[in-house]
Structure formats: C-alpha cells, structure tokens
C-alpha cells in the first residue's frame, strides 16, 4: 500500500519562499489526481492544488494561484509545490493526498482522496 511522506515545512517570514515535498513509499504515484490540502487550526481543511496524473493538468485554489505552483517528478515518486510570497494566511499544516476514482468535479474536495500524508506544518511570520 503506497504511503505518502511531506516534508519541507517550517518557519518563515512574509514574502519567503518554501519548497514542500511528498514522497510516495511501497509503491508508485500512479493515481489519477494528486493534491496539496491546507488546515489552519480551527479551520476545515482547504484545496490549495492538484495535478492530473495524464496531461500534467494543474489547478489552483484562488488565494494561492500565482505564487505557488505544483509539480510531480515520477521517476523519484515526489511531488512538490513550490511556495512563493508567502502571507501570514498561508500559516497551516499543509497534506498531500492521492486519489484514483477522483472526477474533476471533485479535484478540490478532501473527501475524494483515498490516501494521506501526515501533514508538514509551515508557519509565516508576518
């Protein structure tokens, strides 16, 4: 069963830039959307990103479109999104999920991943 690592986090200031990776383990990322989710404390986790396995597709949820960007590099398993400008907002535990029966109609629902990661906290001092 494939099981999903994040790492990168940590503790920045406002306008930093920060890398976060996944990394798929027992297996490959083979699924049809992968995707970065956020929760802040108190606060539903949010849709930030996913990418379509085929195509290369990306999409964004709007408060970060323009400053982060997601990718994959399937030959190491690891998928990444690169965090710019960031904001005290962007302040949460930020998950990588997997999904294979996802439609694009579910892209940003966390209900619609089947697999996890256990979360990389990134904090951003204003």
């Known amino acids: 069963q494939v099981q999903l690592v994040e790492s990168g986090g940590g503790l920045v200031q406002a306008g930093d830039s920060l890398r976060l990776s996944c990394v798929a383990s027992?297996?490959?990322?083979?699924?049809?959307?992968m995707a970065w989710f956020r929760q802040a404390p108190g606060k539903e986790r949010e849709f930030v990103a996913a990418?379509?396995?085929?195509?290369?597709?990306?999409y964004y949820a709007d408060p970060v479109k323009g400053r982060f960007t997601i990718s994959t590099n399937y030959e190491k398993n690891t998928m990444y999104l690169q965090m710019n400008s960031l904001k005290p907002e962007d302040t949460a535990v930020y998950y990588c999920?997997?999904?294979?029966?996802?439609?694009?109609?579910?892209?940003?629902?966390?209900?619609?991943?089947?697999?996890w990661g256990q979360g990389t906290q990134v904090t951003v001092s204003s």
């Open positions: 999920a997997s999904g294979e029966r996802i439609i694009l109609s579910s892209i940003r629902e966390a209900g619609a991943y089947e697999t």
């Open positions: 027992g297996g490959t990322f083979s699924s049809r959307f």
């Open positions: 990418i379509r396995r085929y195509g290369g597709n990306t």
